[in-house]
């Protein structure tokens, strides 16, 4: 045991594991706390056990749980993914912290009726009800959408639009209305047949491939500024009033992953890598997928690559790929 101040971290899984590394970094140990008995099976692979000082898995008696975390007397508790939303606000209230006001992740509203292939998505971090906008992605599909209705690929787009003016003016009053004060969220617009729709705020770090790529792109992403909200709001506030500006411009396209020894597959990504600005792959999610990141100093490569990958994906489909052929 050390005298560094405590930080307890509710389900670092996936991109929350972001979260470690500015937390350290600025003194802090971390306790985590697990929200069930049981990490889910698609998340093992992300979590890091050695990362942390102390784990406490919640066993559903709520005082328990309490007594244990607050046994490392932590300076705030931090939501990861979604999962760990409710807990953490729990948490934090009973121990007199800094909580996000909102006490679940609440789920995108139904879209069965959704007809456009264009969608967005906006990451944010809040602070005592001031609300920072992280990044702004445009979600596409290309064709008939995924069977899991996951998006094809996504683009990083400016923080300053007229488009993204009104998705920022709906968001914030989005999160004001769900009573969202503090720690990240992402909210999602879909278009339906009877215009956009807007879901209510998702709390927690995002947990597809966008806060990875902000990070390479922006210079700090989701989990950096919700490490500045709970450790350094002071900091938070002198720079929550200027938007992000894109030192590099990203992209992603996903692919179903395949079945082991696939040929058409790997001709697939032979032609993917081939584009100027593709900066690697990596696999996740429930089903996994394979999601290539595309990063560039010059948008108009991103948006020629961004183009010719969504169209390789289409041209070579998801059938006869995802088979040993």
Not at 17 to 27: A, E, F, K, Q, T
Request: hydrophobic share 40%; with cysteine.
């Amino acid at each position: 045991m050390t005298d560094r101040p405590v930080v307890a971290l509710v389900d670092a899984y996936s991109n929350a594991r972001l979260l470690v590394s500015p937390i350290r970094m600025r003194g802090y140990e971390i306790v985590h706390v697990q929200s069930s008995a049981e990490i889910p099976e698609w998340f093992e692979s992300s979590f890091r056990r050695d990362d942390f000082r102390d784990l406490v898995v919640h066993n559903r008696h709520f005082m328990d749980t309490v007594d244990r975390v607050s046994s490392s007397q932590p300076v705030a508790v931090l939501p990861g993914l979604g999962t760990g939303v409710e807990l953490a606000a729990d948490l934090s209230a009973h121990l007199g912290l800094r909580n996000s006001g909102m006490r679940k992740s609440v789920a995108l509203q139904n879209t069965a009726e959704i007809v456009s292939q264009t969608g967005f998505k906006v990451h944010s971090v809040s602070l005592d009800g001031v609300h920072y906008i992280c990044d702004i992605w445009e979600m596409r599909q290309s064709g008939s959408p995924q069977a899991d209705g996951r998006p094809r690929g996504a683009m990083l787009l400016a923080r300053r639009g007229v488009r993204q003016d009104r998705l920022v003016d709906l968001t914030l009053s989005g999160l004001d209305a769900a009573g969202l004060r503090n720690g990240p969220a992402c909210t999602e617009f879909e278009h339906t047949a009877h215009g956009p729709v807007q879901g209510a705020p998702n709390a927690g770090i995002c947990a597809t491939d966008e806060p990875l790529l902000t990070r390479e792109a922006i210079g700090e992403g989701q989990a950096d500024w919700t490490v500045f909200a709970y450790l350094a709001p002071e900091w938070f506030r002198l720079r929550a009033s200027r938007p992000y500006r894109r030192l590099r411009h990203a992209a992603w396209v996903s692919l179903a992953t395949p079945a082991p020894g696939s040929a058409r597959f790997r001709l697939l990504m032979r032609e993917l890598k081939a584009l100027e600005s593709y900066h690697g792959s990596v696999v996740g999610g429930a089903p996994p997928v394979t999601r290539v990141q595309l990063l560039h100093t010059e948008e108009k490569t991103v948006v020629r690559d961004y183009a010719a990958a969504l169209a390789a994906v289409e041209l070579y489909g998801e059938g006869p790929w995802t088979s040993a052929i």
